[in-house]
């Protein structure tokens, strides 16, 4: 039987979660439970459907027009023209690809982008848009998924850390806050 590892093994880790799940890894945990079939994933398309459908003994699915079309490799680009410099592109980039600052141009390291278009939505100017991979002079190929698994990982525990520090700020003022005036200062 084929662990959830070996599952999500086969899957590109691009972590757009046209799938319906959260990521590669969830859904990886769905297929290996029974929660989801293996036609799921347009990024990986049919190459993975077929890697999936021979590991796990299950008939080869089209893709699920639900969850998307099977595409090239896209990769985000930003009109740094248009950029406002508002940050809301960065936080929903799973793979930390976008680098920049408030007020300050936005751009995107296109060796790591995994094309999984999460930045598009929350532009408010409209200023990125997704080219194939292949029509982008100096790019080069998609980032392996174990490089951007690890970058995932990573990006999940420096928000999870940054969570606890606020929580623990928080708190913090919020005991001080019920301290007698005495004690406070």
């Known amino acids: 039987m084929a662990s959830t590892d070996d599952i ?12 319906g799940y959260a990521g590669c890894r969830p859904y990886a945990e769905a297929i290996a439970n029974g929660g989801a079939e293996i036609n799921q994933c347009p990024p990986g398309g049919s190459a993975t459907i ?28 930003i009109d740094e023209a248009v950029c406002i410099g508002c940050a809301k592109c960065l936080p ?32 408010p100017v409209d200023c990125i848009k997704m080219a194939p991979r292949a029509e982008l002079p100096d790019a080069a190929s998609a980032p392996e998924p174990r490089l951007n698994r690890e970058r995932f990982h990573a990006h999940n525990t420096r928000l999870a850390r940054r969570a606890d520090e606020r929580a623990a700020v928080l708190a913090s003022r919020k005991q001080a806050a019920r301290a007698p ?4 200062g």
Do not use: F, W, Y
């Open 92 to 123: 929903p980039c799973p793979v930390d690809a976008i680098v920049g600052a408030r007020k300050q141009m936005h751009t995107v390291i296109v060796d790591l982008c995994t094309g999984c278009e999460l930045c598009v939505a929350p532009c």
């Open 181 to 184: 005036p005495q004690l406070r």
């Open 50 to 77: 077929a890697a999936l459908s021979t590991l796990l003994h299950r008939e080869v699915l089209p893709l699920n027009p639900a969850n998307g079309i099977e595409g090239p490799a896209l990769v985000a680009q």
């Open 8 to 19: 999500d093994a086969l899957l590109p880790q691009t972590q757009c979660t046209r799938c």
